[in-house]
């Protein structure tokens, strides 16, 4: 099992010794120090101050925070949780990923999602009603930039004649992608275009505020992950080769007082027996110091053992 973090900003207005590089690089150097396997940030460009004030949270740029952790870490893989594709260029997104894969030595994976949050969408001048049309273009484009030379693309929303990207990325044959949302869209895209399926427990309301399915047990993650499996097979793709992230139900939240790590390791075997890869590991965002004994104390609970 790996185990990965987000960098915990978790509401609005998030804890300032958190969001400062000091702060980004110490919780970075303790995650690779007590081995977890990844580190990334969440993407919220242009948020709405209704959606803070409703429980949204502040964020940085992915990219460049992502980028800042690398420099001050040798093993970390550097995972955003997660970008939201339609949001930007995908000519773009590919660049952005390879150079962060190349600096990096080849740490980076691009896991990203379709968005739902209206207002932000309108922000940033993308048509909220086709962003899924954009997602799976994209998709193709930027794989299509990380192995091909001299790329002619010819799509609905993007097109380009002769480009050439260089550097390339140092992961073969191109970084992984990961693709989030709970749905049986989003596993058909995994069996598709992706190299991992990383969707995320919601319960009703969460997901129908997330515009998902819902996801609020082992049974219906275990019946995902039959149905990605049957599409991997029917596209002639290996299983085995795919990852799947998700988080644990048992054992309470790490960093709360009365977390259960044996419970937890009870969790993870049982995850593991599902086919769950990675586990994403819920940090506490009310100071640095919380996060960082959180960080060391999982570390030796859950992970050594």
């Known amino acids: 099992m790996h185990y990965s973090i987000t960098h915990p900003m978790h509401t609005h207005p998030y804890h300032p010794d958190l969001v400062s590089g000091n702060g980004i690089a110490a919780v970075a150097a303790a995650a690779e120090a007590a081995g977890f396997d990844g580190f990334g940030f969440t993407d919220h460009p242009a948020p709405s101050q209704r959606w803070l004030d409703a429980g949204g949270h502040d964020a940085l740029d992915p990219f460049v925070a992502m980028a800042f952790a690398a420099a ?3 093993t970390l893989r ?23 894969d190349l600096l990096s030595g080849g740490r980076f994976t691009l896991a990203v999602g379709v ?22 273009e994209a998709l193709e484009v930027i794989r299509a930039v990380w192995t091909t030379d001299e ?3 010819e799509g609905k929303h993007f097109s380009a004649r002769g480009i050439t990207a260089h550097p390339r990325p140092v992961s073969q044959p191109h970084p992984p992608i990961w693709i989030g949302g709970n749905t049986s869209a989003a596993r058909a895209r995994v069996a598709r275009h992706g190299d991992g399926w990383c969707p995320f427990a919601a319960p009703p309301g969460l997901a129908q505020t997330a515009g998902t399915a819902a996801l609020d047990s082992l049974d219906k993650l275990a019946a995902g992950i039959d149905d990605l499996r049957v599409r991997l097979d029917t596209a002639d793709r290996d299983a085995a080769s795919i990852d799947i992230v998700f988080n644990n139900f048992d054992g309470g939240n790490p960093g ?47 992970i050594a053992a």
């Open 72 to 74: 001050g870490t040798t």
């Open 78 to 100: 550097l995972v955003p949780n997660i970008v939201v594709l339609p949001y930007r260029n995908p000519f773009v997104v590919a660049k952005s990923g390879a150079t962060l």
């Open 115 to 136: 968005g739902y949050l209206k207002r932000e969408f309108a922000a940033l001048g993308v048509a909220f009603d086709e962003r899924t049309e954009l997602f799976d």
């Open 151 to 153: 790329l002619t693309f």
């Open 256 to 302: 709360d007082e009365d977390f259960n790590a044996d419970a937890y390791l009870a969790g993870v075997e049982k995850l593991s027996a599902l086919g769950v890869t990675w586990l994403h590991v819920s940090l506490p965002g009310d100071s640095l110091a919380h996060a960082l004994e959180t960080v060391e104390s999982f570390g030796k609970s859950v």
